[in-house]
């Protein structure tokens, strides 16, 4: 509790300021402070009671004191008095990246000076199953890496799920729960050949992306068939700071995505480069396996092509790459919306590679750390 004694307050008829004890100082709007009245939220759900609309539309702070750990407003108009719980109005000040690991992403751009094993989370899969501080520590690490690593997952079809459960809820898209990746004859997808496969995020045609991408390995190759890893964000920031005009034009040029297929076809347009409304990053939608043809004006073609094409040479540079192989039981999960991923060739008559995937939603993935972060306070 905050104690009353502690913290220093006034007022004028539109802010509230707090001088903290432990340093700092908060303000608080008097539209924001009538916006969040604890009085009109539900008891139960806590969802909000009022709409916008009904609020006033300059409400003017009469007085405030503070009595019990607690601020007191009252308010000019017939308003009833409001108290705030001094703790929850210090905790409306805290950056949200200071409590949600998703918004403040450890980037990691010279992935060739990373160790797999050692520089990103790992757990057995008991663990995982049996100890929620591990898990909470390890959905954690997932977040702000964008990546993380399961071992001792059973090596039959299926346990993926088993896996994928305890992190998120799987998502079914065209290719159903799961899928393996694995070489077949005439395929709809050139996952599932022997072909390398260079970095990419995956089904970038989907409205929205897959959150999150897990892949268990059954039968891994001794001969070729290593994963590739790089971080799309880091990528995207590095160009932002050394290619400024470059970075410009891939976030808002906008690029068609088409799968097709007998049972399904998929189509969306994103930028390369993906912002949110503050210019943060958002996502990186990178597969030149289902680009389809760019429609723009001829004065934009040559501009956009030096560009994808500058992004695509970064794509392909060693010193970027994570580059490590997933044992038989291994299992990664990784942000796809963020975390790039491939692989080398290799040849499946000799020896016979087999993987199985599946997708998770990305908001199952991020309510299940914060309510494993619930559950430690």
């Not at 300021?17 to 340093?23: A, F």
């Not at 009245?37 to 806590?46: T, V």
């Not at 020896?351 to 998770?360: A, F, I, S, T």
Request: charged content about 25%.
């Amino acid at each position: 509790m905050v104690s009353e004694l502690s913290m220093r307050i006034s007022a004028t008829p539109e802010l509230l300021t707090i001088e903290w004890p432990e340093g700092g100082r908060s303000e608080y709007p008097s539209v924001w402070l009538r916006d969040n009245r604890p009085e009109d939220r539900d008891g139960h759900s806590g969802q909000r009671l009022v709409d916008v609309a009904d609020l006033p539309e300059a409400p003017r702070i009469a007085a405030v004191h503070a009595t019990g750990g607690e601020v007191e407003v009252r308010w000019q108009d017939a308003t009833p008095a409001t108290r705030y719980a001094a703790a929850w109005l210090r905790r409306q000040s805290t950056p949200p990246a200071d409590e949600r690991p998703e918004q403040r992403p450890r980037l990691w751009l010279d992935g060739a000076m990373m160790d797999g094993r050692r520089d990103f989370a790992w757990a057995t899969l008991d663990g995982l199953r049996t100890e929620a501080s591990l898990r909470c520590r390890w959905l954690t690490r997932l977040l702000e890496d964008g990546i993380g690593f399961l071992s001792d997952v059973p090596c039959t079809e299926g346990a993926i799920l088993d896996a994928a459960n305890l992190i998120g809820r799987v998502a079914e898209t065209n290719y159903g729960r799961l899928f393996d990746v694995r070489s077949v004859a005439r395929p709809e997808n050139l996952a599932y050949s022997d072909f390398g496969l260079g970095l990419h995020t995956d089904n970038p045609y989907r409205d929205p992306v897959p959150g999150f991408q897990a892949l268990h390995a059954l039968v891994a190759s001794p001969d070729g068939g290593e994963n590739l890893f790089a971080d799309g964000f880091a990528l995207a920031d590095h160009l932002r700071a050394t290619e400024p005009a470059t970075f410009e034009l891939l976030s808002r040029t906008q690029v068609p995505f088409l799968y097709q297929s007998a049972n399904a076809e998929l189509y969306s347009e994103k930028p390369l480069i993906q912002l949110d409304a503050a210019g943060r990053l958002r996502a990186v939608h990178y597969n030149s396996r289902s680009v389809a043809p760019v429609r723009l004006a001829t004065a934009d073609m040559a501009p956009f092509y030096t560009a994808y094409r500058r992004f695509a040479q970064l794509l392909r540079e060693p010193r970027f790459q994570v580059r490590m192989k997933l044992g038989d039981g291994d299992l990664v999960v990784f942000d796809n919306r963020r975390t790039l991923h491939g692989r080398t060739a290799f040849v499946s008559a000799r020896h016979p590679r087999h993987l199985q995937g599946c997708y998770l939603t990305r908001d199952s993935v991020l309510s299940m750390a914060a309510m494993l972060r619930r559950g430690e306070r």
